[in-house]
Every structure is written in structure tokens, then in C-alpha cells.
């Protein structure tokens, strides 16, 4: 919270500010200094309370956008998103030197959680839907009916593998688990999203799409782009289960996707530590980035026409898996 600025609300009357410029519609003020950067944190800490806290109190649309710490490319990112909340101009606060009053104003953001929302705790029992349905109509291209492939169909479900050919979290062998995609039946697009790829991009390739598949990181947040009824498989690495299931998992499992993941064991990590600790020693997530994912044998027979019927894991379907066993692609 270190770039997080105070913010003072002082009423009006003889006492109050010179006011330079007089608003009649209320304000909403936040901040966007101590996350922004990061896809997942621009979502989850800045977009998805944005949504629900503008549509708690202002149905009408009719506030302004106070935003301290705002940088250029936030607002260039997701400027459709910010104009589908508002009718009103976005006030910068670090850039206006005048004193602007109005009439009340909320500051600061309703969060619930990683990635979700309390129905219970709103007064408008909205939940991840509308937030879904919200990126749908904003960026336009896809249909919120359920997704869904015709075994007899000629053209091969698409699932879009999320990469990362640098930096940490690598599949070292990353061409062979794509070949083994494609033997299945699937069609695959490569997709390494950057903090420059846009919003509009990313809904084109993801909304036509029947599954994503990648590892544990910012990028898989492009789930919210899937259409209910796809598939979501999460590569979960050594000791992130619980960022894994908070981040990821019960937020595809809300929006309707059909959830799966695959979690890499000791001996497919190449890149793991130990640390010493006061009675056991534990493994530093952080540092395992680097990892192979055995696919020799985690595939069944499958044609491009019964895809979706693929079982892909080492311990057989996934309803055969103990809870804390890793999950194949079965169902994709």
C-alpha cells in the first residue's frame, strides 16, 4: 500500500474549499498505484471491484472516475471497459491541480476475494456472471450460450495453448506436449499475451475457442474470456495449490467452464530448492519454474471427430483420481 495515496473528504459550506470546478454528479474515487502491471491484478484488484462497486451504487452510470496513481497504458488497456461504466470524463488525480468538489462521493473499491465476488454481501445478489457477461458485451464476438462441438463435425475443436517461452514457468518440452494436442484432435493456437496485447484480441481468440491449456500465471486470467461450457486446464507447479485453486479454479468453476488440472510432481520440476526451515524442509514454489511434463503416457486413442472424449493423464480418467492426485485433459 506503499503507493497508495490518502484521500480526505471535507464537506462543504463557508468553511469548505474554494471549488474551481463543480461537479453534480458523484464521484468514485480508487487507485490504481499499487497493482497495475499485472494482468491478474489488473482484474482481480482493480477491474472486477471497479465493475461491482460502480453497478452497487450507480445504476444510472452518472459518476465520475476519480483515479489516483492512473498510468497511460491502464487506461489505453482497458478504456472500453472504464467507458462502459461511466458517461462521465475520468478525472486523473495526480494530474489536476484544481479543486473539483461534488456532490458526495465512495472511495475505494468492494472486494471480496481473489477473483470473486459475494453475491451475499452486495445489495444486488450480483456475482461473476455479470462480470462475465459485462467482458461479452464489451468486446462483442462471442454468444453466452453454452460452447459445445458436434462429434460428426469436419472441424477440430480449438484450444488455445497459453505460452511462455521466457522468463520462469517454462514447458521445457513445449513443441512435443503441442504435438500431442494436435494427435488428439485438436486444433492449436499459441497464444503469450503481453501487457500490449488488446482486450479485443484476446476475447477474438478465446471466445472461439473450446479449451485453454497452460501454466499457473497472469496469462490464464484470459479465461474470462471463454464461453461457458469450454474446458480450462490449469498447470499447477509444486506448492501453488492454493494460488491455483483461488485464482483460477473457483473462478472458472463460477463462470460455468469445465475446470481440470494437472499438477507437476517432484520428478518433472527441474528447477525446484529446498529451504531449511524450523522443523521440515519446504519447497520454494518461486523457484520451480523450469519443468518437463511427461506426456509419453498421458494419452489415450482419440480422432479429431471424438476429442472430446481425450483422457489425457497418467492415472486414467478423472473421476478414477484421488483428490490430491493429478488430473489429465480428460474432457476436453
Known amino acids: 500500500m506503499a503507493k497508495i495515496n490518502e484521500v480526505t473528504l471535507i464537506s462543504g459550506g463557508p468553511k469548505g474549499p474554494n471549488c474551481e470546478v463543480r461537479h453534480y454528479v458523484p464521484a468514485l474515487v480508487f487507485s490504481t498505484g499499487d497493482f497495475s502491471g499485472n494482468f491478474w ?26 483515479i489516483d496513481q492512473s498510468h497511460d497504458y491502464w487506461l489505453n488497456k482497458y478504456r472500453a471497459l472504464l467507458h462502459g461504466l461511466s458517461k462521465q470524463r475520468i478525472l486523473r488525480m495526480d494530474r489536476e491541480t484544481r479543486t473539483h468538489c461534488f456532490p458526495w462521493a465512495i472511495i475505494g473499491l468492494i472486494r471480496h476475494g481473489h477473483m470473486t465476488i459475494n453475491p451475499k454481501w452486495l445489495p444486488n445478489s450480483m456475482s461473476l456472471h455479470h462480470f462475465h457477461d459485462f467482458l461479452a458485451q464489451t468486446y462483442g464476438g462471442r454468444s453466452q450460450h453454452t460452447i459445445s462441438h458436434h462429434p460428426n463435425s469436419r472441424r477440430r475443436p480449438r484450444l488455445v495453448f497459453a505460452c511462455r517461452h521466457h522468463g520462469g514457468r517454462v514447458l521445457l ?3 512435443e506436449v503441442k504435438q500431442m494436442m494436435e494427435e488428439v484432435g485438436f486444433e492449436v493456437i499459441e497464444f503469450e499475451p503481453t501487457m500490449e496485447t488488446s482486450l479485443h484480441e484476446s476475447n477474438a481468440i478465446l471466445s472461439s475457442s473450446h ?35 483461488h485464482c483460477y479454479r473457483i473462478p472458472a468453476i463460477e463462470i ?38 511427461d506426456h509419453r503416457s498421458h494419452y489415450s486413442e482419440a480422432s479429431a ?19 490430491d492426485q ?7
Open 326 to 332: 493429478s488430473a489429465g485433459l480428460k474432457g476436453l
Open 173 to 175: 518440452n513445449h513443441a
Open 211 to 245: 479449451a485453454l491449456v497452460g501454466v499457473h500465471g497472469a496469462g490464464l486470467t484470459h479465461l474470462l474470456f471463454l464461453r461457458p461450457g469450454s474446458s480450462f486446464l490449469q498447470i499447477v507447479l509444486i506448492g501453488q495449490d492454493v494460488p491455483a485453486l
Open 256 to 293: 460455468g467452464l469445465e475446470y481440470m488440472e494437472y499438477k507437476i510432481s517432484n520428478y518433472e520440476s527441474l528447477g525446484h530448492t529446498w529451504r531449511k526451515h524450523t522443523r521440515r524442509p519446504r519447497i520454494s514454489w518461486i523457484e520451480c519454474t523450469r519443468f518437463e511434463v
Open 305 to 323: 471427430a471424438g476429442a472430446e472424449q481425450a483422457d489425457v493423464g497418467r492415472h486414467g480418467g478423472l473421476g478414477d483420481l484421488p483428490r
Open 41 to 66: 491484478h489488473d482484474i482481480a484488484d482493480g477491474l472486477i471491484p471497479l465493475f461491482f462497486t460502480a453497478k452497487s451504487f450507480f445504476h444510472d452510470q452518472d459518476f465520475v472516475m476519480v
